[in-house]
């Protein structure tokens, strides 16, 4: 018979995926998940630590960040295309760049040697997301460092147009990452893009999101329209 904790997070994985967890995207804390299964905590610790393996959930001590749309909470493991689909908001995703570039400067920010030419280059993807009525609510930078079957995705393109499924397929998984979050002005080139005027205000956020062995899987710098999106910050657990 499995360990008590992995029986335990086999659970939390059926009812993550079926949707009965987490309203706003989080998990109960440790002690109600102790409580709730009728196990210690460091049973339940174990058995988060195999959904952070499987990428299921982001682990933060005693703090956490949700992005909302018009209220709804969204699921960034799954990406916000597919976690707006769930919730009956329909969009479409325009790629306006998806191409190997080199970067050195990005690299040495995000602390990859460069042991070799390759070693500076991201797959660059750019895109503009916009409601079926055609107004575009985001504008996100995607910068990967390149990895073996990168090649494959300027080939074919996006699995099912979702950058989630793709790095699913490649067997690339996030464990969790940092965001920051600031107010930015639109640029000439940013407010053509999003079909708004110069200057206009914006949600600007900057996303690093790292794998089990820490190396970085994706840098990604979004503009988020201000009249729909909204940030979230929560800290310690629920009472």
């Given at each position: 018979?499995?360990a ?7 659970n ?14 989080r998990?109960?804390g440790e002690?109600?998940?102790?409580e709730?299964?009728?196990?210690s905590?460091s ?14 959930i ?5 703090a956490?960040?949700?992005?909302r749309?018009?209220?709804a ?10 976690s707006l ?8 995703a325009?790629?306006l760049?998806?191409?190997r570039?080199?970067?050195?400067a990005l690299?040495?920010?995000?602390g990859i040697?460069q042991?070799s030419?390759a070693?500076v280059?991201f ?12 107004e575009a609510?985001?504008l ?9 079957g ?5 080939r074919?393109?996006?699995?099912e ?8 397929s490649?067997a ?6 940092c965001e ?11 407010a ?5 005027t110069?200057g206009?205000a914006?949600?600007?956020t900057?996303r ?15 503009l988020?329209?201000?009249d729909?999106?909204?940030?979230e910050?929560?800290f310690g657990?629920?009472?």
């Amino acid at each position: 018979m499995p360990a008590k904790y992995r029986q335990i997070a086999d659970n939390l994985m059926r009812r993550i995926r079926h949707g009965e967890m987490a309203d706003g995207g989080r998990l109960p804390g440790e002690h109600d998940l102790a409580e709730s299964y009728k196990v210690s905590r460091s049973t339940i610790r174990q058995a988060l630590a195999e959904l952070q393996q499987a990428g299921l959930i982001e682990t933060w001590t005693g703090a956490g960040s949700f992005v909302r749309y018009d209220g709804a909470p969204l699921d960034g493991e799954i990406g916000w295309g597919e976690s707006l689909a769930r919730r009956g908001i329909a969009t479409q995703a325009h790629i306006l760049r998806l191409e190997r570039i080199a970067d050195a400067a990005l690299a040495a920010e995000l602390g990859i040697r460069q042991s070799s030419p390759a070693a500076v280059d991201f797959l660059a993807l750019d895109r503009v997301r916009r409601m079926q009525v055609g107004e575009a609510i985001s504008l996100e930078r995607s910068r990967l460092p390149w990895r073996k079957g990168f090649a494959q995705i300027l080939r074919a393109g996006l699995v099912e147009g979702s950058l989630q499924r793709t790095l699913a397929s490649l067997a690339i998984r996030s464990v969790g990452g940092c965001e920051a979050v600031a107010l930015a002005r639109l640029t000439k080139e940013d407010a053509a893009l999003l079909g708004r005027t110069e200057g206009e205000a914006f949600l600007a956020t900057q996303r690093t999101v790292h794998a089990a062995d820490g190396g970085v899987v994706e840098r990604v710098d979004s503009l988020l329209h201000p009249d729909h999106f909204r940030l979230e910050f929560g800290f310690g657990e629920r009472p």
